[in-house]
């Protein structure tokens, strides 16, 4: 089976690269999946499109994890890890870049150790989203560097997947994809198929393991050693976190753990108690707090409330709303 990836941008024509191809190696007698993959779907954004190729039934579903042929429209990518270009490259995979620089510079950048070949700009734009058709150049270099495809079936794909489109874009299109299925002619048949990943031969994967301190050591607890106690950060927050106790399960690790800066004690009842000296406000504890316990008012309300119960002798909302 074959497994071809485009990498690209929101705009670069990834999901039309990715049809053409498909449709081309679907006329030469094999069952094809091709599909594109969204993130963020806006112009730019990194996205890719894969296609499986194979003459018996396709049994794999989902991205392709073990190409056998990246094919990256926009070399920008290459230094983002998020865009995962190299993700489950091996030895044997090929990596084809539409780039200005040249593939010995790439290889020597990548070091992933397999093929890698460049699919040279001609045009003579600054922004890669204006390059002409990349998807149609894209998809005709993958063609030929498979070398399974003849330059009459990509020229039958082109029409057929652009046919709503202008006489003169599917033009423009087809010279394009022509143009840079003859400029790989070099690398023809390059690329091998890969084999089939059966249950029997899955691989675990070779986990990290973390070192965990104890909380105690890692926590940023205001109270330890070291800290600035003095410094009431509390003086900050516009917004104070109070706890009904009423609805308070007790469960005293989850608000406690998620301050971000330790504010929230808990007794010895397993009572959460906030140091308001030192809470900035984030109410990270109220989106947290499973029951909702732990509600929220304007600080300027805490503190008139505060004066008013101070005057009449009881105790303020913040400290002791339950029993």
């Not at 024509?13 to 599909?35: C, H, N, P």
């Not at 040249?102 to 734009?125: I, K």
């Not at 308001?276 to 989106?287: E, Q, S």
């Amino acid at each position: 089976m074959y497994r071809i990836r485009f990498h690209g941008r929101g705009g670069q024509g990834m999901k039309t690269a990715s049809r053409i191809l498909g449709s081309a190696m679907f006329r030469e007698g094999y069952r094809v999946q091709d599909a594109p993959r969204y993130g963020a779907e806006r112009r730019g954004a990194p996205i890719f499109a894969y296609v499986r190729a194979a003459r018996e039934p396709i049994n794999e579903r989902g991205v392709i994890t073990r190409p056998d042929l990246i094919v990256v429209a926009d070399d920008s990518l290459m230094s983002i890890p998020a865009a995962g270009v190299s993700q489950g490259t091996d030895a044997r995979t090929v990596v084809l870049i539409a780039s200005r620089e040249p593939a010995q510079t790439w290889a020597h950048r990548l070091n992933l150790g397999g093929p890698t070949l460049v699919l040279p700009f001609t045009a003579d734009v600054e922004d890669p989203l204006e390059m002409p058709y990349v998807g149609a150049a894209v998809a005709g270099a993958a063609a030929r560097v498979l070398g399974i495809v003849p330059r009459d079936r990509l020229s039958q794909a082109v029409r057929e997947e652009l046919g709503e489109m202008s006489e003169e874009v599917v033009e423009a299109n087809l010279r394009t994809a022509l143009e840079a299925f003859d400029a790989m002619a070099a690398h023809e048949g390059i690329v091998t198929e890969g084999e089939e990943v059966g249950a029997q031969s899955y691989a675990t994967p070779q986990w990290v393991e973390s070192l965990f301190e104890e909380a105690r050591i890692s926590a940023p607890a205001i109270h330890a050693g070291l800290t600035s106690v003095e410094v009431r950060t509390g003086l900050w927050r516009t917004l104070r976190p109070v706890i009904d106790y009423d609805r308070c399960n007790r469960c005293w690790w989850v608000c406690s753990t998620f301050c971000p800066d330790s504010a929230i004690n808990v007794n010895e009842d397993g009572r959460p108690e906030i140091d308001l000296d030192h809470c900035k406000g984030c109410m990270i504890c109220v989106a947290k707090c499973p029951p909702h316990a732990i509600e929220t008012i304007p600080e300027h309300e805490a503190r008139e409330q505060e004066a008013r119960k101070n005057d009449a002798g009881q105790p303020d909302a913040a400290t002791e709303a339950g029993p």
